[in-house]
């Protein structure tokens, strides 16, 4: 947990986040906007939200659907759903388990992994349009700074179940 609790922040730190609150709001909204635009260009019967699961499991390698839900804030259900999409258009396939032969793990298949690249290929001009009036050392920073809030969001997480500023003790 930060520091400062919010009845300690000041103001102009609140004012601050509020803004950068409403920009992470547009940013999203944005992004999933043209996410639902490249959707729309290639009906491939695969939801869009797939993607993610062929995103985690090329990037943190085969993995139970349990493991993909708790990785991607899902229901195991819909993990369970979008993957037997991605099976039956071969991008992803179901593995033995080496730990427990009851179970199994997606993993990516070799088509699996050329649309991922094919994808990411297009992600990346299309961002490079996007920055193409940045300078070099703009976009260095933008990186540099949104590494840095990704960590710290996955350090932070709010628990909103508790509403109480907690107590500090003596000399902490």
Known sequence: MAPNSSATRPKGELD?????????????RLIT??????????PD?????????????????????SKLAEFLHSEISTISRQSSALV????????????DGR????APTTEGLRVFEEN??????????????WTQEDRETLNELFGR??????NNFPDMGDTTVPQQSKGA
């Open 88 to 99: 039956q258009h071969g991008l992803v396939e179901r593995q033995a388990d080496p730990e």
């Open 120 to 133: 990411r290929k297009q992600r990346n001009v299309w961002l490079a349009d996007v920055l193409g009036d």
């Open 149 to 154: 809030l990704n960590t710290d969001i996955e």
């Open 45 to 65: 019967g695969i939801e869009r939200a797939a993607y993610a699961i062929l995103f985690c499991l090329i990037h943190e390698g085969p993995q139970r659907t």
């Open 103 to 106: 179970a199994c793990l997606l």
């Open 16 to 28: 601050l986040a509020d803004q950068l609150g409403h920009e992470l709001v547009r940013f999203v």
């Open 33 to 42: 906007k043209a996410k639902t635009q490249v959707a729309a260009q290639g």
